[in-house]
């Protein structure tokens, strides 16, 4: 089977592109979904479900760390049961992909898996905030991609595109990036690009020290010269903690829930530092899925039935305002 690890940062539009890869190829191969959340609640399995491929839900942790037992265990169980010929492993954005990468390549599965292809979904909107924030989990992430598609392109202009594209492939220049919007790619040029990448441990380079001062001019020159930089996971605790509710049988007015996003949006939110939101609301005889990710809100309708559920991803997070807040978005 065919292993395609879909990694990025929270908010990048991991679900999106892996939507959009099951509209093409799930008539085609049999597909498992492989989705790893951050926190008890899962949103991104509800979504992913029903599109062309079995889904498979790991929340409550991280598949890098904390359920490396379980992933390898999972994996195991696929290939054995289900047998599928592709399977999408969605990690949480705030997994170490080394890790995961290591555990998929692992002799455990050398005569079941047939390739592995690491493709790294960017946000263009927030890259270079990212980048400075958190620059070792970044690279570390950059440097283990085979393909990366620079995504929401559309919300930036090309100028700041290209600036993008350069500091990715100063990171890592064996890789091929896309510029994608909405996580839409033209799929031959994806093929080509994952088919000419490195394919193995062995064949990707580690860059040079002129990419790595290159890099360091560039986008931190009041660092001083540094030869080499490398990634250290202590460095990278990002220190995030999750928030998750599931209602069954309730209601939501949509307007409350608007509110309620944008001031989770704030700067100074009482409700903690809002990184991620993310909720599925029941409003009347109609779902609606919110989302709050890169500093930026957006709602759209979707298909489905059962219960609401939200999954909020942050620091310092204040539990019981965030549930009374949305306690008050329960329509009457």
């Keep these: ?72 265990a999972q994996m195991l169980e696929i290939s054995r049961t289900i047998k599928p010929e592709r399977v999408i492993i969605e990690p949480t954005g705030v997994a170490t992909i080394a890790q995961v990468r290591t555990i998929v390549e692992a ?77 839409a790619v033209d ?12 394919r193995s441990e062995k064949d990707i380079r580690k860059k040079e020290d002129f990419h790595a001062q290159h890099i360091q001019e560039e986008f931190f020159p009041e660092a001083g010269h540094v030869t080499h930089p490398h990634f250290h996971e202590e460095e990278d605790a990002l220190g995030y903690e999750s928030f998750g509710c599931v209602y069954e049988d309730r209601s939501f007015d949509q307007s409350f829930l608007e509110n309620f996003f944008q001031e989770l949006n704030t700067a100074k939110s009482r409700m903690g530092e809002i990184v991620r939101a993310k909720g599925i609301f029941r409003i009347d005889d ?31 997070l204040d539990r019981e305002t965030i549930r009374t807040a949305l306690d008050r978005c329960v329509g009457k």
């Design 286 to 316: 109609r779902y609606i899925l919110m989302e709050l990710a890169s500093g930026e809100f957006s709602s759209q309708p979707i298909s489905r039935s059962g219960e609401s559920k939200i999954s909020i991803i942050g620091r310092e």
């Design 1 to 72: 089977m065919i292993v395609d690890i879909v990694f990025g940062f929270l908010g990048s539009g991991k679900t999106t592109f892996i939507i959009r890869a099951l509209e093409q190829w799930g008539a085609e191969e049999k597909i498992v979904v492989l989705v790893n959340e951050f926190g008890d609640v899962g949103i991104d399995g509800d979504l992913l479900a029903g599109q062309g491929g079995d889904v498979v839900e790991m929340p409550s942790g991280c598949i890098c760390c904390t359920l490396q037992a379980d992933f390898r």
């Design 187 to 198: 799929w031959g040029e994806y093929q080509f690009a994952l088919s000419t990448a490195p």
């Design 107 to 183: 002799q455990l599965f050398e005569d079941s898996i047939e390739k592995i292809n690491n493709i790294l979904i960017a946000d263009a909107t927030g890259f270079m905030d990212l980048y400075k924030a958190n620059r070792h989990f970044v690279e570390s992430q950059v440097e283990n991609a085979q393909l990366a598609l620079l995504n929401k392109c559309d919300r930036i202009d090309k100028r700041k595109a290209m600036v993008i594209q350069g500091a990715l492939l100063a990171i890592n220049p064996e890789m091929t990036v896309l510029m994608t919007e909405f996580g």
